[in-house]
């Protein structure tokens, strides 16, 4: 049976569940900029983004490999529970050598906030293991909304330790840590998790066929975060902190489109691994691919214009050369967003080497175009490398999806192209307009946005009225 109403629902679900905390994001920036310096910022998204990088090589997202696994076992609670147990196990290995090279990294380099990044990546794996056991045993929706209660916690606390007590960038490790921390433990105790890490289900075998699983997948999200990372390291190597700075606020406002990327993903992911053996599922991934290109290009048709609306008053003088940058990262987003949505379903597919092949190749097109010219082109060059290096993930992702079992997705081109162009032209009004004029190229989209999604609007109406 064809699940694409699930998904929507789903979608909307987590949508619902995060919409909260992800604006209160968009509000903590003043604060951000007006109360951390741009080489502090530039400081702790390096750290930020090499947490990301080691995150996956040690622990090769065995969160994702669990919740495959108990979705593939419709019925028996007995073999999901030997899942979750045995992952457990891989995670604790993964921890051992995790806190191993933290140790020797902490005695042989300075860095600055090494216990605050070592307790964040420990925290950050449990969130992900327990969240992705508690979404695979069945309780979404029940995920979606103690995330979004715990995230504008976080965001509260974070306000009053930068406002009240005047600490610092050690304000967002802090408050990141405790918030997680409660958040896990009513997740655990919500899918009694305690209760399943019994040693009866200990199996070797499926350890290492999990691990076998794992290894590409890690490794593939590995050189997925190797991107960001590397492009911190050239700016802050090749430019200055300072600049580093102001790169990162301006990734800050791509938080909208993760907020929707995130909802569609989670859907996704237990879609697609409960779908796997559908023999219509190629139906279900051409219909989805081409619905979230469409959710995604005319998000950023609204957002853009909001974003030059409000973004003198919520970001400090300091921080305003970021104006700059935001455009071009949004749409990079939007590629990295749309290749993580394609190297999904070939993950579901069981095609994990596909998914690392194009990781490598996209990578170094990355690392040619930095070393090449960013010293001379500037922090806006790192953009430009970013984008060809995602479109050249899209391509070969499509390219082995489409030679994946002898099916093909179907992209709407036609829709895609005028999306595109209307997008071009936002952004040069974005640079070269008004405050008026961007009001109304909001509203001119807005008519766009009701055209592309004008029929679900009424579907949902009208079942609204039904019931």
């Known amino acids: 049976m064809f699940k694409y109403k699930k998904f929507i629902k789903s979608s909307i679900a987590y949508f619902a ?14 604060i951000y900029t007006k109360n951390i310096s741009p080489s502090d910022m530039g400081y702790y998204d390096y750290c930020n983004n090499m947490l990301n990088l080691i995150l996956p090589l040690f622990f090769l997202n065995i969160w994702i490999t669990i919740l495959k696994f108990i979705c593939d076992e419709q019925s028996d609670s007995e073999r999901k529970n030997r899942y979750i147990f045995n992952g457990f196990i891989i995670f604790l290995i993964s921890t051992f050598l995790y806190t191993v090279m933290m140790i020797i990294w902490g005695t042989f380099w300075h860095i600055r906030y090494i216990v605050f990044i070592y307790f964040l990546g420990i925290a950050s794996s449990v969130h992900y293991i327990v969240g992705n056991i508690v ?42 840590l405790i918030l997680l921390f409660l958040e896990d433990i009513v997740l655990i105790l919500k899918a009694r998790i305690f209760g399943i890490i019994k040693p009866l289900y200990y199996d070797k075998s499926l350890i290492i066929e999990m691990f076998k699983f794992s290894l590409p997948l890690g490794i593939s999200e590995v050189f997925n975060y190797f991107s960001t990372y ?9 430019l200055s902190l300072y600049s580093n700075g102001i790169y990162a606020i301006a990734t800050k406002f791509t938080i909208v489109l993760i907020m929707i990327s995130t909802c569609f993903l989670f859907s996704w992911q237990e879609l697609i691994f409960n779908n796997v053996k559908n023999v219509n599922r190629w139906r279900m991934y051409t219909k989805a691919v081409n619905l979230y290109i469409k959710v995604l290009m005319v998000g950023l048709l609204l957002y853009v214009p909001l974003i030059y609306c409000i973004f003198s008053f919520v970001i400090g003088i300091n921080y305003h050369d970021s104006f700059y940058l935001i455009p071009l990262y949004l749409f990079i987003t939007c590629e990295n967003i749309l290749s993580n949505f394609i190297g999904s379903i070939l993950s579901a597919e069981n095609e994990n080497n596909k998914l690392l092949f194009s990781n490598i190749i996209s990578s170094i097109t990355l ?26 993930c899209i391509l070969l992702r499509s390219y082995f999806l489409n030679k994946c079992r002898n099916n093909t997705i179907q992209l709407e081109k036609k829709n895609v192209s005028i999306l595109i162009c209307l997008y071009v032209v936002t952004c040069l009004i974005y640079f070269y307009s008004n405050f008026c004029v961007n009001i109304a190229i909001f509203f001119v989209n807005l008519i766009f946005a009701f055209i592309f999604f004008g029929k679900y609007f009424i579907l949902i109406i009208k079942k609204s009225k039904e019931r």
């Open 230 to 238: 590397y492009v911190v390291v050239m700016i802050k190597n090749k």
């Open 367 to 392: 690392i040619v175009i930095l070393h090449l010219f960013i010293s001379k082109y500037g922090i806006q060059l790192s953009n430009i490398a970013l984008l060809f290096e995602y479109s050249m």
């Open 135 to 176: 979404r695979g045993l069945g309780y979404s929706k029940f995920f979606a909304l103690i995330g979004s209660l715990t995230s504008f916690l976080m965001g509260i606390l974070n306000i009053i330790l930068i406002t009240y007590f005047n600490i610092g960038v050690e304000s967002i490790y802090i408050s990141t």
């Open 17 to 30: 569940g995060s919409i909260l905390s992800k604006i209160l994001v968009i509000f903590l920036l003043p």
